[in-house]
């Protein structure tokens, strides 16, 4: 199964730092491979370094696309975490799960 998904970016952080650490931990968990596209630009979603080189920022736009049978579940993860507006509102929905 492959999941393509256009997400604006909303974190405040962008893809900076923390926010790229748990991208990458949450992409980690999943047997799925896991591309992000940033306008020409396409990177291994496992891969902190991948991720810092996107340079993605509040408001820019990425396309995550994964392919495996769990990719629907890291989409639906990775997509929280990037529309969440501080890393404290996402950790705060996960612990309402």
Known sequence: MVVEK????KNE????????SLFVQIANKYDCEITVKK??????GKSIMGI???????????TIVAEGDDAEHAVKELESLLLSET???FDAKKEKK
């Open 6 to 9: 256009r997400i604006v970016i």
């Open 87 to 89: 890393l404290e509102n």
């Open 13 to 20: 952080s962008g893809l900076h730092a923390r926010p790229a």
């Open 52 to 62: 810092m080189m996107l340079a993605a920022e509040k408001g820019s736009k990425v």
């Open 39 to 44: 306008g020409k630009q396409k990177v291994n």
